[in-house]
């Protein structure tokens, strides 16, 4: 069993920046993959940005590449989402997720999942 527990969400203004974190406990392998998915009213749990726990080469969706970054410390176990140049679309809930085995963008195939934070953009 995995734990997850996201925290650092809030209120920004545009061109602003939001630091998330995501605390992990339990049976976490360096086969396992982090993922950072979001959610907001209008549309359905999107892909966000995902690693290997053991590090590696991170891969990120289009609409956040060159403006968010994800890290993890390993010997913390905690995942880490740095959001530079926010913009009101980013506004969501944001879930940070662990599967087994190589990430994904699918949410239906990560298992475990934390409660999610609020991230709200304002223009």
């Known amino acids: 069993q995995v734990q997850l527990v996201e925290s650092g969400g809030g209120l920004v203004q545009a061109g602003g920046s939001v630091n998330l974190s995501c605390a992990a406990s339990?049976?976490?392998?360096?086969?396992?993959?982090m993922a950072w998915f979001r959610q907001s009213a209008e549309s359905e749990r999107q892909f966000v940005a995902a690693?290997?726990?053991?590090?590696?080469?991170?891969y990120y969706a289009d609409s956040v590449k060159s403006r968010f970054t994800i890290s993890r410390d390993h010997g913390e176990n905690m995942l880490y989402l740095q959001m530079n140049d926010l913009k009101p679309e980013d506004t969501a809930v944001y879930y940070c997720?662990?599967?087994?085995?190589?990430?994904?963008?699918?949410?239906?195939?990560?298992?475990?999942w934390g409660q999610g934070t609020q991230v709200t953009v304002s223009s």
């Open positions: 997720a662990v599967k087994k085995d190589y990430y994904n963008e699918k949410f239906y195939d990560y298992p475990y």
């Open positions: 339990g049976r976490i392998f360096s086969h396992h993959a």
């Open positions: 690693i290997s726990w053991s590090g590696g080469t991170p």
